[in-house]
Each structure stands twice: as C-alpha cells, then as structure tokens.
C-alpha cells in the first residue's frame, strides 16, 4: 500500500474510530495544562481531538517517521485551527528526539503498541522524556467481529498473516501488543492498568460510515486472499464490497462491533533519575 493510500484510508475509517478515541480521552482525565507526546501520531487525528478536548492551555507534540505524513498532519492541523495547539515534527519512536523528563504525559494511539521491532524501544523512550510522576497510555485496536452470521469465514480471515498482523506466525507471544503492561513495568511505569472500549456499528449504515466500513475491510483482510480458499475467498468479496448486493453492513439487522485497548501507568521518579 502507497502511502497516499494509507493516509485516505486513515482519513476515510476515522468515522468509524473517532467515538471510540473520544471516550478514551474523557476516561484517560490528562492535565488540561501542560504539553504532552504524541508518540507515532500519523495524520494527527487523534491529536487533535484530544487538543479539542483538553482546551487552549495544552501543547502536543506529534511524532511520526514519515515526511509525507506528517505533512498531512499539518495540513488537516491548519484546516481546524489547531496549528497553535498541535505541532509536529519527524522523529523515530525508538529514540524519540527530546531530552529526558520534558513532557507532562505521552500516549500513542495504533502505533508503538503494535510495532514488532520497537515494542520495547518505544516504551523505554516515552518513559524517558515524560516527567516523573507523568502518564503514559498505549492504545490500539485489539478485536472486531464484523462478519456478523459468518464466524467461521471471519475466523478464517483472522487467521491469516493479513488478520494476524502486526503480530506474525511464530512470534513471542510476549511480544503481542495485549503483553503491553509487562513492557511498561519492566520500562520503570507503576500502577499499570488495563481497560477495553467497545465500539459499535448498527445497519443499515449509510454515509461516511458505511465508507469506513468499506476501507476497513480492505486494510484488515484485504491482501488475505493468498491464504484463503477460493469459496472463502469469494464470499468475503461479496459481503465486504460496497457495490455487492450481499454488503453486509447495508443490512437493516446488520450488527458489529470493534474494541480498543489502552494500558496506562504513572512514570516512576526512580526510572526518570537511572536515565538522567
């Protein structure tokens, strides 16, 4: 996938992603002042919801590896009128570009918790540049069931390297992003926690919902079709294309929901000090 096409679908599933983030904020209460981390931020969405909720007296900093996405961010930021409040700049997860202790909280929102070969890097990084006493929150998506009257195709998907991912075929399974909160406490985090949010979707869906929908099924099974038999195959095509009479969202008894999962703990002074 080109990186125009990640960054249209980024935008086109926010509908689907955005109410989820939105109670995730409420629930993680970060100070509204000070200036926080956005570790991995993408396009900003998530950034700048959080910044329309914490008011004008907060900074984030974005961070992400690519040019080309975070020049988007910065567009979408201009465009909202957040351009004061959100900046970004470009800087790897695993050797975050700021000296220790400098920030009052960082989270990163489908990122560094599913990042094969940083998951333990990045951790280590947001506990080193967030001010002792400082929260952290890793969030992501960990499950779907959206082929509702079809659990043995979606099980079939899932199990695939497309459905798997970013966890692989033979892995350590304490490298899976749901091992999170052993990463942060042997990062120097205390008072770990872990909370899950659903999020839920009703047919039939119309609008920019049943567009999210769509681009959805494409980012999470859609180069599945190697691993799949052909009837499988076939039968997924007609229930996730839009243009398909079968579509399943456009069901009026259509039902399917979606999880997020956000570890958060509390940056130890001890761990702060070992790195200064």
Avoid at 7 to 17: A, D, G, M, P, Q
Avoid at 53 to 71: F, K, N, Q, R
Avoid at 88 to 107: C, H, I, K, T, Y
Wanted: aromatic share 10%; net charge negative; glycine share 10%.
């Amino acid at each position: 996938m080109s990186t125009e096409d990640y960054i249209e679908k980024l935008l086109v599933t926010f509908s689907l992603r955005k109410p989820v983030i939105r109670e995730i904020i409420e629930a993680l209460n970060f100070p509204s002042k000070g200036h926080g981390l956005d570790v991995g931020c993408g396009i900003g969405q998530p950034a700048m919801l959080l910044a329309e909720h914490l008011g004008p007296d907060a900074m984030i900093t974005g961070v992400d590896i690519s040019e080309d996405i975070l020049a988007r961010a910065k567009d979408l930021a201009a465009g909202c009128d957040m351009m004061g409040r959100v900046k970004f700049q470009r800087g790897s997860m695993d050797g975050l570009p700021f000296e220790d202790n400098v920030f009052s909280w960082a989270w990163s929102v489908d990122c560094a918790g599913y990042s094969r070969s940083s998951r333990g890097d990045a951790i280590r990084e947001m506990a080193r540049v967030v001010k002792p006493g400082g929260r952290i929150a890793i969030i992501a998506w960990s499950s779907q069931q959206f082929l509702a009257g079809h659990p043995r195709l979606e099980a079939r998907l899932n199990a695939t390297s497309a459905g798997l991912a970013p966890f692989q075929h033979g892995e350590d399974p304490n490298g899976h992003f749901l091992e999170t909160a052993g990463r942060m406490r042997d990062s120097g985090i205390d008072d770990v926690t872990v909370r899950t949010f659903p999020g839920h979707v009703t047919g039939p869906v119309t609008g920019d919902l049943r567009k999210a929908l769509s681009a959805f099924f494409n980012m999470r099974w859609g180069t599945a079709r190697s691993e799949m038999n052909v009837s499988d195959w076939r039968l997924y095509c007609r229930l996730s294309d839009p243009n398909s009479e079968e579509f399943l969202p456009d069901r009026r008894d259509y039902y399917g929901f979606f999880t997020y999962t956000v570890f958060t703990g509390i940056v130890d002074d001890y761990n702060n000090h070992n790195h200064s």
